[in-house]
């Protein structure tokens, strides 16, 4: 019994290791809404090149004309040529929408970084007005700052988009800061006489930046829905300036017209848009996700 076992524990066969395949560098990566993505801000960047018309010019005797070979996407109630008008209007629609991050980024940044390393007394206070201020529905604020400082314009726009979408991501980089605030390299900076402002930049957001990507990318969606939104309601920038919104605010006459095309095509235009930044938006997530679970 004992050397049958011993023999059958000397003839057993090695198992074959299969070596895995090499990840493709495409996977799990948004690859097609990167490039559509890329493309729409190419051709906005570029309108010039691509522009069949002047967008801004009223043609009286071709308004309301269906997409045809002289019009490709149509014109609208006053006459001016759709295709031009998405690929001129998308780089303002885009721009506010950067605006905005960029403002409400460099807030949330400063006040969740603060936040996270101050006296627990001040973190509190400041994290209750936080909850205060995202308790507000976004757009009624937005209403509001804009109703106080005038006429809409470009610049105003993303102002007040920004400094009223930085919350989420303060309690993100608050939470953040908190967890590596008493890390040696930062103990050590701080003992070399560094400010809040260098500490920040130079240790703090390297290491929590990543968490807070697919956040980032979420407000330029956000924004650009805003200004959508707000144009849409009459309420946000003048008809002659041209963005993606301001061609749906004309939705209504629209509809009384028959004339679909200027609902459908600035609205899949933004719609487009949108889903690509939400799925970049999604990726970031989860591949901050996943760094985290590795630690």
Same mark, same amino acid.
């Given at each position: 019994?004992?050397?049958?076992?011993?023999? /059958?524990?000397?003839?057993? &066969?090695?198992?074959?290791?299969?070596p895995k395949a090499k990840k493709k560098w495409y996977k799990n990566k948004p690859v097609v809404s990167i490039a559509i993505l890329v493309?729409?801000?190419?051709?906005? #960047?570029?309108?010039? +090149?691509?522009? !069949?018309?002047?967008?801004?010019?009223?043609?009286?005797?071709?308004?309301?004309?269906?997409?045809? &070979? $002289?019009? +490709?996407?149509?014109?609208?109630?006053?006459?001016?040529?759709?295709?031009?008008?998405?690929?001129?209007?998308?780089?303002?629609?885009?721009?506010?929408?950067?605006?905005? !991050?960029?403002?409400?980024?460099?807030? %949330?940044? @400063?006040?969740?970084?603060?936040?996270?390393?101050?006296?627990?007394?001040?973190?509190?206070?400041?994290?209750? /007005?936080?909850?205060?201020?995202?308790?507000?529905?976004?757009?009624?604020?937005?209403?509001?700052?804009?109703?106080?400082?005038?006429?809409?314009?470009?610049?105003?726009?993303?102002?007040?988009?920004?400094?009223?979408?930085?919350?989420?991501? %303060?309690?993100?980089? *608050?939470?953040?800061?908190?967890?590596?605030?008493?890390? $040696?390299?930062?103990?050590?900076?701080?003992?070399?006489?560094?400010?809040?402002?260098?500490? +920040?930049?130079?240790?703090?957001?390297?290491?929590?930046?990543?968490?807070?990507? /697919?956040? @980032?990318?979420?407000?330029?969606?956000? %924004?650009?829905?805003?200004? %959508?939104?707000?144009?849409?309601?009459?309420?946000?920038?003048?008809?002659?300036?041209?963005?993606?919104?301001?061609? +749906?605010?004309?939705?209504?006459?629209?509809?009384?017209?028959?004339?679909?095309?200027?609902?459908?095509?600035?609205?899949?235009?933004?719609?487009?848009? @949108? #889903?690509?930044?939400?799925?970049?938006?999604?990726?970031? *997530? $989860?591949?901050?996700?996943?760094?985290?679970?590795?630690?």
């Open positions: 019994m004992t050397n049958s076992l011993f023999e /059958f524990a000397g003839n057993k &066969k090695t198992e074959t290791i299969i493309l729409i801000i190419l051709g906005c #960047l570029g309108a010039e +090149l691509i522009m !069949t018309k002047d967008p801004t010019y009223m043609d009286l005797l071709n308004y309301n004309k269906a997409p045809d &070979k $002289e019009f +490709l996407f149509g014109t609208d109630t006053m006459g001016r040529d759709i295709f031009s008008m998405i690929w001129y209007g998308g780089r303002i629609s885009i721009l506010i929408g950067g605006l905005a !991050t960029v403002i409400s980024t460099f807030i %949330a940044v @400063v006040v969740g970084a603060f936040s996270g390393v101050a006296p627990a007394w001040l973190d509190e206070l400041i994290m209750r /007005f936080t909850e205060i201020f995202l308790s507000i529905p976004t757009l009624l604020l937005i209403i509001l700052l804009q109703a106080i400082m005038g006429n809409a314009n470009v610049l105003s726009l993303s102002f007040v988009i920004g400094v009223t979408s930085w919350t989420s991501i %303060a309690k993100v980089v *608050r939470t953040e800061v908190r967890q590596i605030r008493n890390s $040696e390299y930062i103990i050590a900076a701080k003992c070399m006489g560094a400010g809040f402002f260098r500490v +920040l930049w130079k240790h703090l957001v390297p290491n929590f930046f990543s968490s807070i990507m /697919f956040m @980032v990318v979420m407000n330029v969606r956000t %924004a650009m829905i805003s200004e %959508a939104t707000l144009s849409f309601m009459g309420i946000g920038l003048p008809i002659e300036v041209i963005t993606w919104g301001s061609m +749906l605010s004309l939705s209504d006459k629209a509809l009384m017209t028959g004339s679909w095309w200027i609902i459908l095509i600035p609205g899949l235009f933004l719609i487009a848009t @949108v #889903l690509c930044l939400t799925n970049i938006g999604n990726a970031c *997530r $989860e591949q901050a996700n996943r760094k985290e679970s590795n630690f």
